[in-house]
């Protein structure tokens, strides 16, 4: 999934990042000073925050297990074409409960497949000046996805 963050470039970031794990303590990272990630509850999705003011909800799958699901332990060579219909037909079963809500909060949606991972992303772009509305839209998130 969207892991693209570099150190922080903009002013705001470093001082509102603070803030977030502050109040948001589930936010962890996986580079210092890079973007802050939160685990939505137990069907994979992820919340991350970039450090250009982007707020991302995006659910993915690795394809080695999507292939070990599809083989069910036999060591059959699967073809990608397969494995990424697979995984796109999973991954609209689970975005489809979410979308209305998401892009009705106005994120777009995109999708990504990698020779590692398929993946759903819905983001929206946020103004790091004004944290209170990316502090309102993490706990609009949560609650969409029924972390309290």
């Not at 150190?7 to 109040?23: D, Y």
Request: glycine share 8%; hydrophobic share 35%; with cysteine.
């Amino acid at each position: 999934m969207e892991n693209k963050s570099a150190k922080a470039s903009h002013p705001a970031w470093e001082t509102f990042r603070a803030q977030l794990r502050q109040s948001h303590p589930d936010f962890y990272e996986l580079e210092p000073g890079g973007a802050l990630m939160m685990d939505l509850g137990s069907e994979g999705w992820l919340l991350e925050l970039t450090d250009d003011g982007r707020l991302l909800c995006q659910m993915g799958m690795d394809i080695d297990d999507i292939k070990t699901l599809m083989s069910e332990g036999t060591p059959e060579d699967l073809g990608t074409d397969e494995v990424a219909k697979q995984a796109k037909y999973y991954l609209q079963h689970a975005v489809s409960k979410f979308r209305p809500a998401l892009r009705g909060a106005g994120f777009e949606e995109s999708s990504e497949m990698t020779d590692e991972y398929v993946a759903t992303t819905f983001q929206k772009q946020f103004d790091l000046h004004k944290p209170n509305d990316i502090e309102q839209a993490v706990k609009w998130c949560r609650q969409q996805f029924g972390v309290s």
